[in-house]
């Protein structure tokens, strides 16, 4: 009985691999616009999710008047835009794509379980929405979503229900949903509150505690995004604002640019903000430029607590009318977490450069350049844990009256790092060049080459 077995197992793992293998299902495609198979995307989205197995809708340039509310279960829908005459050819400009709110409605509002969606090559224009994402809202309850290649612009959320939050795009990742927005742009959006502190003008990501989120952000620009408040609220990110009660979030090789707020006080380029012990955010290779507001305030804060982590490198904060960075890893009572600065430059902030208040030697502070014309380092509660920084004096800027903070040759802040900093170093310059060169490391955010 046991040669019978052997001999029938032998004989069916031939026929196996003789067998040809599996093809891979092919894509439904979904065509719209002239020449298409649908008028609208709601149309081909409704076709599409009613489908089994990967679907594709292929939208041809040309503006298109949508308030699209999308629901996806377990489909696998890819959009894309830029597609000329016959469906055959695409554009790479998302500008010729154009999903229009018309100043009315919201343009997308996607919620996702199990599914993915993946959105590249379109703009998302001239939305309007109460309480949250006036261009863009994900809800992410699992599952997927992409956003590479887009333009999220114009759009504005008015306050509603004690919420005024992502003028461009509000994205809440819950039940281990994975977020991911590349080569993005979010322009000139707008958040308008008078009694709640708005949050995220141009782009606003939450994470709840529940599962292990993965949210990456790279190549993003976020431009000349305002927050219209009250005088006595608080401006969190008139960029971009980032909450997290868990999981992973990098933002990474991004420019958070022009953005401001109208009144009070606040945060006008980036606030981020991580609480938990599974809470890690990865915040690299950014440059955080004249971002303004009146008042106190800076162009971005990083705050965390119980457990929590915040990595922010190789960087650059400059020519604020503000100060440059708040850093703070503990609220009252609460259990402190851990932040971490490294290779930092922060130069030409109107109100000095960096304000930090740390608790049991938590933050670090490390390889930076502080070159302000008042206050480099403010230090409320302490110590910082500090190696390799730079602070005051001329640091050589290759050309500073015009932006350009590489560092000449005969910088002091050249070979001043050290190479194991708390945290330990980025992999890359702000210039994506390698951090180490000829076994040394420099202050700020460029390597000399």
């Known amino acids: 009985m046991k040669t019978n ?27 719209v616009g002239p020449g298409g198979a649908y008028p609208s995307l709601l149309s081909a989205f409704t076709a599409a999710l009613a489908g089994t197995g990967p679907q594709e809708i292929r939208v041809h340039t040309g503006i298109y008047p949508e308030s699209l509310q999308i629901v996806v279960a377990t489909q696998q829908i890819v959009v894309t835009g830029g597609w000329a005459n016959g469906f055959a050819q695409r554009g790479t400009d998302p500008a010729a794509t154009v999903i229009d709110g018309r100043a009315l409605v919201r343009p997308l509002a996607l919620e996702v379980y199990n599914g993915a969606v993946t959105l590249d090559g379109l703009t998302f224009a001239n939305g309007r929405a109460l309480g949250q994402g006036g261009g863009v809202l994900f809800l992410l309850h699992g599952g997927a979503v992409t956003m590479r290649g887009c333009i999220v612009r114009d759009s504005r959320v008015e306050e509603s229900l004690n919420a005024a939050r992502g003028g461009g795009i509000e994205a809440e990742i819950g039940g281990g949903g994975q977020l991911v927005l590349a080569s993005t742009s979010l322009v000139r959006n707008v958040l308008h509150a008078s009694t709640v502190s708005p949050a995220g003008a141009g782009l606003q990501v939450r994470v709840g505690q529940d599962a292990p989120a993965v949210v990456t952000l790279s190549g993003l620009t976020v431009r000349g995004n305002v927050i219209d408040a009250g005088a006595k609220s ?8 980032i909450e997290i009660g868990g999981g992973t979030v990098s933002l990474v090789d991004s420019q958070i640019s022009d953005n401001r707020y109208l009144r009070g006080t606040g945060y006008a380029g980036l606030s981020a903000y991580a609480t938990g012990a599974s809470a890690r955010m990865e915040l690299r290779r950014l440059r955080l430029v004249a971002n303004a507001g009146p008042g106190a305030g800076v162009q971005a804060s990083v705050q965390c607590d119980t457990g929590a982590t915040i990595t922010l490198s190789d ?43 740390a608790d049991g030697k938590r ?87």
């Open 315 to 357: 960087s650059l904060i400059a020519k604020g009318t503000l100060g440059g960075l708040f850093a703070l890893n503990k609220f009252g009572a609460i259990p402190s977490g851990t932040v971490h600065l490294t290779n930092l430059t922060v130069a030409d902030n109107a109100g000095g450069g960096i304000d930090a208040t």
């Open 5 to 31: 077995q052997t001999l029938s197992l032998s004989l069916l793992s031939l026929i196996l691999a003789l067998a040809p293998a599996p093809r891979p299902a092919t894509a439904a495609v979904f065509t």
């Open 363 to 449: 933050v670090s502070l490390s390889n930076t350049i502080l070159a302000n014309p008042k206050n480099n380092l403010t230090l409320r509660t302490g110590p910082l844990v500090v190696a390799g920084n730079l602070v005051g004096g001329d640091p050589k800027f290759v050309h500073r009256s015009t932006g350009d903070y590489r560092l000449t040759a005969g910088s002091p802040a050249v070979n001043r790092g050290v190479l194991a900093p708390a945290g330990g170093l980025g992999a890359l310059d702000l210039a994506r060049q390698a951090r180490v060169h000829g076994g040394k490391v420099d202050a700020g955010a460029y390597e000399s080459f």
């Open 234 to 241: 608080g401006a969190y990110g008139a960029g971009a604002d």
